[in-house]
């Protein structure tokens, strides 16, 4: 616990919640000072094995562009 202690002290991580019994960690941290294989760096040190990547968000698809006859009624 120590090790994951460390990992939220670094400058750029704004939170980190770890689940033990769920075997899962969760990290918010700001993209202009940490990238993920800074964060997967800082995981691995800490002792934890990264099994699988969970996105929690999806970046939406273009919409294309009505013509603009579609739009007047």
């Known amino acids: 616990m120590l090790a994951m202690a460390r990992v939220r002290e670094v400058y750029g991580?704004?939170?980190?919640?770890?689940?033990?019994?769920?075997?899962?960690v969760r990290i918010e941290y700001d993209a202009t000072r940490l990238n993920e294989p800074m964060i997967h760096q800082l995981l691995r040190r800490a002792g934890l094995d990264i099994v699988e990547r969970v996105t929690l968000f999806t970046i939406p698809e273009p919409v294309?562009?009505?013509?603009?006859?579609?739009?007047?009624k």
């Open 13 to 24: 991580v704004r939170s980190l919640l770890f689940n033990e019994a769920e075997k899962t």
């Open 64 to 72: 294309e562009a009505l013509p603009a006859a579609a739009l007047v």
